[in-house]
């Protein structure tokens, strides 16, 4: 029985993607990477949408935001914290980590940040350098109003927009360069159809900016690495060459089937995902106008306990699905449903559940 | 024509282990990866001949060995880089992005390190908190006294023993607990015989003791956090999945055939490749007694155009060598043979390499 993997990331890889990870080593210095480099750059530039730097970091979507912050602020620089949930709370550690001050700018879990409530902190505090956002918040199934952020932001003040993207960018509309995104994070087991492994961060011009001046201290992050090496086609350090080849596959993909297909793909299953569950009689935890493409969170019901149907959907049916993090933890189920997902996959893991859920009740009861 | 791939690492991974990284993905927080997870560690442990911890993170070497400074030192404290090479300098510098005072005690390139000079240099300056020091530097062919240097240092002084293991571990002994090394850094895409994109970082308690008041910012390397996570036998980020499957399959052929002679075919093709090179009227760039056992250097006979070389040897034959970096730039070439090699491979690479060294001076003349 192939198992329908149906958490927020790692993501099922299609096969032929997944065939790549499988391809004999070259030389990271050597003219066939630097080919492949140049070329995956300039398709992630195309979804990123970007004509600014995007580099490739053999990390983690955590390694990625860390990237993030310690390239453009300072020890002691001011960042608002815009969180929703376990990975907005995440960005303001990294940040306070290496020395920001952070101010919180919390929104209840389950519901969006208000883009006002945040053009009324700038507006009210004049020395935030920089605004951490997450776009797609996976710990409550919430997407934020990216756009409507970063035109808060722009219009009230001169912070930077950090967007963590890690579950959004290749899934959901991301416009780095239209909307003034400074700097977004984001990593390849998502929407992106690959195996975990490698990050992608983009700088804009104002990021560069910041760059020059930042003092939080860096090395295997540092972004002028990455740029001084990417002009003789090379990465800094040796990177995960593996997925490159499928990086390279995965992207010659994405682009043909074209952007826009590719999110109405994703608006849709999330939409039959949420439609499925309320037809079972489910509630979809988060607020649904606020209700994220790329990760579903349902409320588990009165009585019912998650982890056992976790495991039941996993031993018996081959789904595997993930329960919720941290004050979440026993009170929702999260169904991902980003990269290449097939109705039949949708309809497969709302039909184990439907079959799980009464005998959970029962065992407890 | 398979390339023969001859450089110190990625190396040419075996058809077996590759055929592992085309694995499935499965979630990084259930049963299987846990159970994997505990496997490879312990594994590990048995390469590093340690009891302490050995954590598995998502990076290059470089970021390795940035972990082993961050997670052990504080801004201001004083450490002695002991640089043979390129790799040495790259570890003083991460040191001093962080703000430690970095003293260097330097050796001229092509000798390994004296371990009575580490000894004096402990003995007149009480206030270095940790010795940095590159166990095989790669960018010279040299393999450092490891043993020697550790002991020189515990006798010394209370300092720390940071290593770069990058391109030794799993080729040459290194005994972690017995030579008391208090963190080992190195990286898959070398004797472990895996591509590039997972590192190994072991800690000893004197690091933890000294990881409990460093003040080094830090998240993403944070030992702490994989050290929680471990307990409940998870990565704290989203892991590099596939390469966890090919190092499952790499560390049970590993100690199947057993560490002792894993190191001797090491020395035995290292020593082939030495008198391969000499009887071509070569000479290896390094001391020879102080050699690498897994990449080796050799130096670049007069009016040869060393670019040309590495270029015709791709090109035409099909073996991709490495030439010098930074001041050796044009100097060198770098042979490396980590991991599983043949010595028809070593054999080829020299008959390539005899074959294009008088056309190359040719072209010149």
Not at 4 to 10: E, F, K, S
Not at 258 to 273: D, E, F, S
Request: charged share 20%; hydrophobic share 45%.
């Amino acid at each position: 029985m192939r198992v329908n993997l149906r958490i927020p990331g790692p993501i099922p890889v299609p096969d032929d993607i997944l065939a790549e990870m499988a391809h004999p080593m070259i030389n990271h210095r050597g003219p066939e990477f630097k080919e492949m480099l140049f070329r995956v750059t300039d398709g992630l530039k195309q979804v990123f949408e970007t004509k600014g730097d995007v580099f490739i970091m053999t990390t983690s979507g955590t390694g990625a935001m860390e990237a993030s912050v310690v390239n453009t602020l300072s020890p002691g620089d001011r960042v608002l914290c815009v969180t929703v949930g376990a990975f907005g709370d995440r960005y303001g550690e990294i940040a306070a980590a290496y020395g920001a001050e952070v101010v919180r700018l919390e929104f209840p879990w389950g519901t969006a940040a208000d883009p006002e409530k945040v053009r009324e902190a700038l507006r009210k505090d004049a020395k935030v350098k920089a605004v951490l956002v997450t776009h797609n918040e996976t710990s409550t199934g919430v997407g934020n109003d990216l756009e409507a952020i970063a035109k808060a932001v722009h219009g009230a003040s001169d912070a930077l927009v950090l967007v963590d993207g890690v579950s959004s960018v290749a899934s959901i509309p991301v416009r780095t360069d239209a909307w003034g995104l400074d700097v977004v994070a984001t990593a390849s087991q998502k929407g992106w159809m690959l195996p975990p492994g490698l990050a992608f961060v983009s700088l804009s011009q104002r990021a560069w900016k910041a760059h020059a001046v930042a003092k939080m201290p860096r090395y295997y992050f540092d972004a002028s690495a990455y740029k001084k090496y990417f002009e003789i086609g090379q990465p800094p350090y040796t990177p995960g060459v593996s997925l490159y080849f499928a990086l390279d596959l995965a992207l010659k993909q994405l682009l043909a089937e074209g952007l826009p297909p590719v999110y109405a793909r994703h608006k849709r299953i999330a939409q039959m995902t949420r439609d499925g569950l309320k037809d079972m009689g489910l509630s979809v935890f988060p607020d649904e106008r606020a209700a994220s493409e790329t990760v579903t969170a349902v409320t588990v019901p009165e009585g019912v306990d998650a982890a056992k149907v976790v495991e039941a959907l996993r031993a018996q049916h081959g789904v595997v699905i993930a329960g919720g993090q941290e004050k979440l933890k026993g009170k929702i189920f999260r169904i991902g449903h980003m990269g290449r997902v097939s109705s039949d996959e949708i309809r497969q893991t709302l039909t184990a559940l439907a079959a799980t859920l009464p005998k959970a009740v029962a065992a407890r009861a």
